[in-house]
């Protein structure tokens, strides 16, 4: 039996992961900033702990990562899952929005993975899983704002790996494609605040297609959450799992364009050294 922290798990990705860790026999922490939502997601059981959580708000990271030990003893897997779209042409998107998207989709997973890292280096052992996008590996058109976000999260979970894998911590990476969960939905979904002539018929088709796109979406977060449960009984964690065969698609693509560009320009690329 280990001890999940799973983040945004009142509702979409994060209360199918929790669900499933439950399921599974686990114990869990789901927390939220409603936690009456939270815990109306799921009933009473005796292995679930529901905690506030704003993930912006260091303090609250700090006290829910002292009310799951406190409760359990220690965290096994924390899952990086809370997350916010606001989607808009660069110039439309609004200071405001951009540091909300960051807050939330980037610092966010920071502030809860510093409030852990000490208890899962006093164990000698830990992992930390964060949802990240196809969108941090492709940069979409009207999605400036998420994938600076995601980008940065995996950036940050590449470089985070190197340095606490001494410390016997595993992390992975979760790049889905899309899936039929409730980021697309009004409560997580935000449009650009400013509007510019140029961009209104683009915008238009991107905010129908967005909207559209709600509910449609092939892949199945329960699906996924199972998948997460089936890599945690591995021996270790993959550095990245691409969930979704239009995943898979997106990342392929990705490494035929960066290796025609390196075939391209590998020699003017090669010709910078300083001689001598």
Known sequence: MSVWFITGAGRGMGLHIAKAALAAGHQVVATGRNTAKVAEAFGPSENLLVVKLDVTSPDDAIAAAEATIERFGRIDVLVNNAASFFAGYFEELSSRQMDLQLATSLVGPMNVTRAFLPAMRRQGEGKIISISSTAGLVGYEFCTAYSASKFGL???????????????????????????????????????????????????????????????????????????????????????????????????????????????????????????
């Open 154 to 276: 995996d950036g940050w979970m590449e470089a985070l790996q190197t340095e606490i894998d001494p410390f016997g911590i595993q992390t992975m990476i979760v790049s889905p494609g899309f899936f039929r969960t409730e980021l697309l939905t009004t409560e997580s979904t935000q449009y650009a605040e400013l509007t510019f002539a140029d961009y209104a018929a683009r915008r238009a088709q991107q905010e129908a297609f967005w909207t559209g796109a709600n509910g449609t979406q092939g892949g199945d977060p329960a699906k996924l959450a199972q998948a997460l449960i089936t890599l945690d009984r591995e021996a270790a964690l993959p550095r990245r799992f691409l969930a979704g065969a239009d995943a898979i698609a997106t990342a392929e693509q990705k490494i035929a364009t960066l290796q025609k560009e390196i075939d391209a320009y590998r020699v003017l690329s090669s010709s910078l050294a300083i001689e001598g």
